[in-house]
């Protein structure tokens, strides 16, 4: 089983980014998915979430109407598509499966898959 992300990187404030995670080894289809961020000494936060048929989407507070979570099952990836970046945005960026992913899990213990992150950074 793998999840792996892709797309961080270094960003100026109100500029977008377009993270990925491909996942291998599960039925990603059936699986509910998440993306919880982590900054710099502070704990994870759960950001988004998307249903199975990807027709129900929640967000934080902090990113709603910035961030958008996709997913496509043909082709077994998650997405989040992040505008008006923020500085407060920086973060190592987790993709997550099923588990507490539509009840804002944070934790990996709290999911069935964890992946490995990938860094966003938000700065001028």
């Known amino acids: 089983v793998q999840l792996v992300e892709s797309g961080g990187g270094m960003v100026q404030p109100g500029g977008s980014l377009r993270l990925s995670c491909a996942a291998s080894?599960?039925?990603?289809?059936?699986?509910?998915m998440s993306w919880v961020r982590q900054a710099p000494g502070k704990g994870p936060e759960w950001v988004s979430a998307?249903?199975?048929?990807?027709?129900?989407?929640y967000y934080a507070d902090s990113v709603k109407g910035r961030f958008t979570i996709a997913r496509d099952n043909a082709k077994n990836t998650l997405y989040l598509q992040m505008n008006s970046l923020k500085p407060e945005d920086t973060a190592l960026y987790y993709c997550a499966a099923g588990g507490d992913a539509l009840v804002g899990g944070t934790l990996p213990i709290e999911y069935d898959y964890w992946g490995q992150g990938t860094q966003v950074t938000v700065s001028s």
């Open positions: 998307i249903n199975t048929g990807g027709g129900s989407t």
């Open positions: 080894g599960f039925t990603f289809s059936s699986f509910d």
